[in-house]
């Protein structure tokens, strides 16, 4: 059993979370609370926090603001699945501090956006809607995802549910790749090192992995060059695992599509030529921020901080601090 809060070398107690409290039923009274989503003045002492709840996009800077002064903490919890925004961080975190990432928060509307994404691309929903705007009648033939072969790249939490939805859709084969090989209940992931051979099998490439240094600029010219003529490449990821100047090359020569949730830059602005590349659709990273984004993170937030007050080891721990 991992030590209970109070036998821990911080004395700090307070929880800082995103969320006012009162919302959240069912907190443990071990703690004392306070509501920070951001704002330019603390709540309170940053050295008396020991659990911080990471405010939900708001961007790096806000997010490790107060870590600096956060002398006593002893858990940084992120309300999102990637934990790039806060990992530089970790180093100077004292010792022993978790870092817990929000899996089991975001599977599910990521995934879905995933699907969506590819369905609206292969079918060409985006012209349609401009049809639409210019009450054009523009009937024709388009892609069906059903017999497609699909490369998920990333298959975490987020990527196996992305499989689950593909199967209904009848496609002909999920491939998959990971940092490491395994073997799940659907068959072999693969390691990123088969990446080569398997990108020309894919009619579909669908990214869910997180942003590292491994991941950093994987989806460049290369990458891109060995995946099959007219393939769409789906970004639910982040964007700096995609070289975007390399991206927009393959689609202006018009050999490629992309359906993009996440851009690099990002926000992408005004200007950009990948707003206007051939086949590129683009949604402005919302894969997580559902409906089901804030019950999810209640339940979250209410659990983890269940089993610190217990002295239990706490869920989804994705780095400590040395």
Not at 67 to 73: A, D, E, F, H, I
Not at 108 to 128: D, G, I, N
Request: aromatic share 4%; proline share 9%; glycine share 8%.
């Amino acid at each position: 059993m991992a030590p209970s809060p109070a036998s821990q070398t911080s004395a700090a107690t307070d929880v800082w979370l995103p969320v006012p409290p009162a919302q959240i039923d069912g907190l443990p009274d071990a703690f004392t609370y306070h509501f920070w989503n951001g704002d330019e003045e603390f709540p309170a002492d940053p050295a008396d926090c020991a659990f911080y709840v990471v405010p939900y996009m708001k961007g790096q800077a806000v997010a490790v603001r107060p870590l600096t002064q956060m002398t006593g903490v002893r858990v940084v919890q992120t309300l999102t699945a990637g934990i790039d925004h806060v990992a530089a961080a970790v180093p100077d975190l004292p010792s022993g501090t978790q870092l817990c990432n929000a899996r089991g928060v975001h599977e599910a509307s990521t995934a879905e956006l995933a699907l969506a994404l590819t369905l609206a691309a292969l079918r060409q929903l985006p012209a349609f809607v401009r049809a639409q705007d210019a009450e054009e009648w523009s009937p024709g033939v388009h892609e069906a995802l059903a017999d497609k072969t699909v490369l998920i790249v990333g298959h975490g939490a987020i990527g196996s549910a992305v499989e689950e939805r593909l199967i209904p859709f009848e496609v002909e084969e999920v491939l998959r790749v990971a940092r490491s090989e395994r073997t799940v209940p659907r068959g072999p992931v693969h390691d990123l090192g088969r990446l080569p051979e398997l990108l020309p099998r894919a009619d579909v490439v669908i990214l869910c992995t997180p942003l590292t240094e491994e991941t950093l600029g994987l989806v460049g010219a290369g990458f891109l060059a060995r995946m099959k003529d007219g393939a769409l490449l789906v970004n639910v990821a982040r964007g700096g695992v995609v070289d975007t100047k390399s991206l927009v090359a393959e689609l202006e020569s018009g050999r490629l599509r992309a359906a993009l949730d996440v851009t690099d830059p990002e926000p992408l602005p005004a200007g950009h030529p990948l707003w206007h590349a051939p086949g590129a659709l683009i949604t402005p990273h919302v894969g997580g921020p559902t409906s089901a984004f804030l019950p999810r993170a209640k339940r979250l937030l209410r659990s983890q901080l269940t089993r610190w007050a217990a002295g239990e080891p706490l869920e989804h721990t994705v780095a400590v601090a040395k």
